[in-house]
């Protein structure tokens, strides 16, 4: 009885091994390479010697291979995209650091050509202002026609008062104060036309 039914498995396992044999084989999953696993060592104990061990064998090796060079595909990728990262990272800060560092140097230029002047006795300071490139014009796209085309503009480096015109200031250069608003010296002028500013 027990050669009779280890008769039948056999011819059920011949069976399927043609059905399968039929069939192209997927690349297994890693559930189905298990399965697959266990199903050849049960096959081998069973049948050592008969065609469906060794297809299942080839299955097996096949299948193996494929996972290795799948798995190592994934690590490869993996390595990769963290090394791309870093990359990135160390980029960002080198390019952070250059950013700090002209930062740090073009400071250091406007504070040198930055100077204080004397009118008529009231002192007022000039700051460097350093020269540079930006786009002038509609960027964002809603404004009016004659603020079209973009275009890159440079300014070379100029001075600049670092506060307004103060009333004294005015009165030492002009002679008088037009201002409505008379609370001080250091106060800002105001009424003042564009002829008067020309002046000044």
């Given amino acids: 009885m027990a050669a009779l039914l280890r008769c039948l498995l056999l011819l059920g396992w011949l069976a399927a091994g043609a059905t399968a044999q039929a069939q ?115 960027t964002f796209g809603d404004g009016d026609e004659n603020e079209r085309p973009v275009h890159e503009v440079t300014l070379d480096g100029y001075h600049l008062a670092e506060t307004e015109v103060t009333q004294a200031l005015w009165r030492a250069v002009m002679g008088s104060d037009p201002s409505h608003f008379k609370n001080g010296d250091q106060c800002p002028v105001e009424q003042v036309s564009w002829d008067d500013a020309q002046a000044f």
Avoid: C, H, W
Wanted: net charge positive; aromatic share 4%; no cysteine.
């Fill in 24 to 138: 192209p084989d997927p690349t297994l999953a890693r559930g189905e390479l298990a399965t697959a696993q266990a199903q050849y060592r049960v096959a081998q104990r069973n049948a050592p010697n008969s065609p469906r061990v060794v297809r299942l064998k080839e299955r097996l090796d096949t299948a193996l291979e494929d996972r290795r060079l799948k798995d190592e595909a994934e690590a490869k990728g993996k390595r990769e995209a963290e090394e791309k990262a870093e990359k990135a990272r160390l980029a960002k800060i080198k390019s952070d650091a250059d950013e700090k560092a002209e930062k740090a140097r073009l400071a250091k230029e406007a504070q040198a050509r930055t100077y204080t002047e004397t009118v008529g006795g009231v002192s007022f300071t000039m700051v460097y202002v350093v020269g540079g490139s930006f786009p002038m014009g509609d």
